[in-house]
């Protein structure tokens, strides 16, 4: 019914940039919050930062000051701004909305992740 598709990932040296994007797609109606996770390997997936439908953002503490989040709602889609990166910030970054479609109330949607790599 909702498809989620990320893209930007890649690898980055220590101090870089990248800017990720998720659209989604599908029967949508509405779109509440979305957000942006990540999972490194054997480790618990962790909020990076989410973004209410009104534009207010919140962010994890490992990341606030350097990482910006952003939406087009006419475009379904969120983006998420990543300055400075660390080689800690390596991990897959998974899109999240919540959505209600035309058959269904809110619930929350995932994309497939996308890696992101840092070195240093």
């Known amino acids: 019914q909702v498809q989620l598709v990320e893209s930007g990932g890649g690898l980055v040296q220590a101090g870089g940039s990248l800017r990720l994007s998720c659209a989604a797609s599908?029967?949508?109606?509405?779109?509440?919050?979305m957000g942006w996770y990540r999972q490194a390997p054997g480790t618990q997936r962790e909020l990076v930062a989410g973004i209410s439908s009104g534009g207010s953002a919140v962010y994890g503490d490992s990341v606030k000051g350097r990482f910006t989040i952003s939406r087009d709602n006419t475009k379904n889609t969120v983006y998420l701004q990543m300055n400075s990166l660390k080689p800690e910030d390596t991990a897959v970054y998974y899109c999240?909305?919540?959505?209600?479609?035309?058959?269904?109330?809110?619930?929350?949607?995932w994309g497939q992740g996308t890696q992101v790599t840092v070195s240093s």
């Open positions: 599908g029967r949508i109606w509405s779109i509440n919050t």
């Open positions: 999240n909305a919540d959505i209600r479609t035309s058959v269904a109330p809110v619930r929350g949607y």
